[in-house]
């Protein structure tokens, strides 16, 4: 039995928790809860968690002293214990209200071919199980979930060296720092080409994150600590005070959140140069401030950041300077949970000094002329290979592709230093009845008519100064 068969045979157990009004996201959690418990058995690493809440100890029990068991051990586990465990566990409850269900699910667990899973990788297995979360419409998880060709793409571009300080701000259940970890791995032979004291750093510091919501904050700790990751995965907000810390890093690769920061949240960082409530350009801040001089970035975006007046404006032109800009891919549509959101790939490097840094950009279009992705046609890896051909051109004016286009820092100026450029084509957004969803297409409608209150709000500050 392969891990897919694993995922798909653990994903099927949530029919169980139907009658307990259990949604996707809480069965992942709770069979989080277990997994790491019975993960712990399998990898021989049950050293750091009490005896007496083993999993041995939890698959013996049955019904009501099942049930009571379990919540004891869960708290037990969130207060008592430190450490990764202390951190997974932190705050956990059950909502699983029938013992028998949760009998089931220990006993179906217990009975999976966890010998294949182990030779496979326990923590690729975990990521299937995230990524079955991710794919389902009705969990809502996919704002957490990037598309693994993706990441993987930006990674490989971006290119962590050993010894390189990592970071994603928006951490979301790890996937960008996973990628990065094993691109270091695949670059020194899983670390053996490293002195003790290098991979040591690679595994307690080369990697970290920040994210905000707990319950994807725990997702994020065990799908780190199956990857053999120990670095810091902070809880909280990263445009709070709490994100001034989080700085000098060799590279960022990131995919933050989309919206508007609403008032009565959390305390805004003083540190910005220019304040707004859009949550995508206080991270764009964030994110080139963060980098250590010569540090890299690639960030996932929507449009709306391209063509921004007012603070967007002024903030793409603070990048510009600070950074070289020298890509954006322009993405197509349908690969993230709002299928309508337009969005893009920034890649930029901090420069050395704080102006002029960039001279031009070159922008690869993937969304004209293009298909609609969805289940029926998923993004993979082949997909980027003629941007990545074009990104990695020793001279990139050679390139032969018609979506390959560059725009000078002066034509991008006399644009009011939109970036909203480059696309060549007409892009194919096909209505299919199969696929619709009337909850995504209320989220489309929502972003398209949040992107023009946006563009109107800028207006009205630019003629606030005029006048």
Same mark, same amino acid.
């Given at each position: 039995?392969?891990?897919?068969?694993i995922v798909n045979k653990l994903w099927k157990l949530s029919d169980v928790l139907r009658d307990d009004g259990i949604t996707y996201q809480d069965y992942v959690t709770e069979l989080t809860y277990l997994l790491f418990l019975?993960?712990?058995?399998?990898?021989?690493?049950?050293? @750091?968690?009490?005896?007496?809440?083993? $999993?041995?100890?939890?698959?013996?029990?049955?019904?009501?002293?099942?049930?009571?068991?379990?919540?004891?051990?869960?708290?037990?586990?969130?207060?008592?214990?430190?450490?990764?465990?202390?951190?997974?566990?932190?705050?956990?409850?059950?909502?699983?209200?029938?013992?028998? =269900?949760?009998?089931?699910?220990?006993?179906?667990?217990?009975?999976? @071919?966890? *010998?294949?899973?182990?030779?496979?990788?326990?923590?690729?297995?975990?990521?299937?199980?995230?990524?079955?979360?991710?794919?389902?419409?009705?969990?809502?998880?996919?704002?957490? &979930?990037?598309?693994?060709?993706? %990441?993987?793409?930006?990674?490989?571009?971006?290119?962590?060296?050993?010894?390189?300080?990592? =970071? @994603?701000?928006?951490?979301?259940?790890?996937?960008?720092?996973?990628?990065?970890?094993q691109h270091v791995r695949e670059l020194t032979d899983n670390y053996f080409s490293l002195s003790e004291d290098e991979a040591r750093f690679q595994v307690n510091e080369a990697f970290t994150g920040i994210e905000l919501v !707990?319950?994807? !904050?725990?997702?994020?700790?065990?799908?780190?600590?199956? !990857?053999?990751?120990?670095?810091?995965?902070?809880?909280?907000? +990263?445009?709070?005070?709490?994100?001034?810390?989080?700085?000098? /890093?060799?590279?960022?690769?990131?995919?933050?959140?989309?919206?508007?920061?609403?008032?009565?949240?959390?305390?805004? #960082?003083?540190?910005?140069?220019?304040?707004?409530?859009?949550?995508?350009?206080? &991270?764009?801040?964030?994110?080139?401030?963060?980098?250590? #001089?010569?540090?890299?970035?690639?960030?996932?975006?929507?449009?709306?950041?391209? *063509?921004?007046?007012?603070?967007?404006?002024?903030?793409?032109?603070?990048?510009? =300077?600070?950074?070289?800009?020298?890509?954006?891919?322009?993405?197509? +549509?349908?690969?993230?949970?709002?299928?309508?959101?337009?969005?893009?790939?920034?890649?930029?490097?901090?420069?050395?000094?704080? /102006?002029?840094?960039?001279?031009?950009? $070159?922008?690869?279009?993937?969304?004209?002329?293009?298909?609609?992705?969805?289940?029926?046609?998923?993004?993979?890896?082949?997909?980027?290979?003629? *941007?990545?051909?074009? /990104?990695?051109?020793?001279?990139?004016?050679?390139?032969?592709?018609?979506? $390959?286009? /560059? %725009?000078?820092?002066?034509?991008?100026?006399?644009?009011?230093?939109?970036?909203?450029?480059?696309?060549?084509?007409? +892009?194919?957004?096909?209505?299919?009845?199969?696929? *619709?969803?009337?909850?995504?297409?209320?989220?489309?409608?929502?972003?398209?008519? !949040?992107?023009?209150?946006?563009?109107?709000?800028?207006?009205?500050?630019?003629?606030?100064?005029?006048?």
């Amino acid at each position: 039995m392969n891990n897919q068969q694993i995922v798909n045979k653990l994903w099927k157990l949530s029919d169980v928790l139907r009658d307990d009004g259990i949604t996707y996201q809480d069965y992942v959690t709770e069979l989080t809860y277990l997994l790491f418990l019975k993960m712990s058995k399998e990898t021989g690493a049950e050293k @750091d968690i009490p005896p007496g809440y083993r $999993w041995d100890v939890l698959r013996a029990k049955s019904g009501i002293d099942l049930k009571k068991f379990y919540s004891e051990l869960l708290q037990h586990l969130g207060e008592e214990t430190s450490g990764r465990i202390q951190e997974i566990y932190l705050g956990s409850s059950t909502s699983i209200d029938e013992p028998k =269900n949760l009998e089931k699910i220990i006993k179906s667990i217990d009975a999976l @071919d966890w *010998f294949s899973a182990r030779e496979e990788g326990l923590g690729n297995l975990y990521e299937g199980l995230l990524e079955k979360n991710a794919n389902e419409k009705k969990s809502g998880a996919g704002q957490y &979930f990037t598309p693994r060709p993706l %990441i993987d793409v930006m990674v490989k571009l971006v290119d962590p060296q050993p010894g390189e300080r990592c =970071n @994603d701000p928006a951490a979301g259940t790890f996937g960008f720092m996973i990628s990065a970890s094993q691109h270091v791995r695949e670059l020194t032979d899983n670390y053996f080409s490293l002195s003790e004291d290098e991979a040591r750093f690679q595994v307690n510091e080369a990697f970290t994150g920040i994210e905000l919501v !707990h319950g994807t !904050h725990r997702l994020a700790l065990m799908n780190a600590m199956l !990857h053999n990751i120990n670095g810091e995965i902070a809880l909280g907000d +990263t445009l709070s005070p709490l994100g001034k810390r989080f700085k000098d /890093y060799d590279v960022i690769l990131t995919n933050p959140p989309f919206g508007t920061k609403k008032g009565g949240e959390r305390a805004k #960082r003083e540190d910005f140069t220019f304040e707004t409530s859009n949550k995508q350009l206080n &991270f764009l801040q964030h994110i080139y401030r963060s980098l250590k #001089r010569g540090g890299r970035a690639a960030v996932v975006l929507p449009d709306n950041v391209l *063509f921004a007046n007012g603070d967007g404006q002024r903030i793409r032109q603070d990048l510009m =300077n600070k950074c070289n800009l020298h890509t954006i891919l322009r993405m197509p +549509t349908g690969i993230f949970y709002a299928q309508g959101v337009k969005t893009n790939v920034l890649f930029f490097d901090r420069g050395k000094t704080d /102006y002029g840094n960039t001279e031009g950009v $070159w922008f690869y279009d993937l969304r004209s002329d293009m298909p609609s992705f969805g289940k029926r046609t998923p993004l993979t890896r082949a997909h980027f290979a003629s *941007f990545i051909n074009a /990104y990695r051109a020793e001279d990139r004016s050679q390139v032969d592709d018609d979506r $390959w286009s /560059y %725009i000078s820092r002066e034509d991008i100026a006399a644009k009011d230093d939109s970036l909203d450029l480059g696309l060549k084509g007409v +892009t194919e957004e096909d209505f299919d009845l199969d696929t *619709f969803d009337p909850v995504l297409a209320v989220q489309e409608v929502s972003q398209q008519l !949040h992107q023009a209150l946006e563009a109107l709000d800028g207006l009205t500050e630019l003629l606030k100064q005029d006048a």
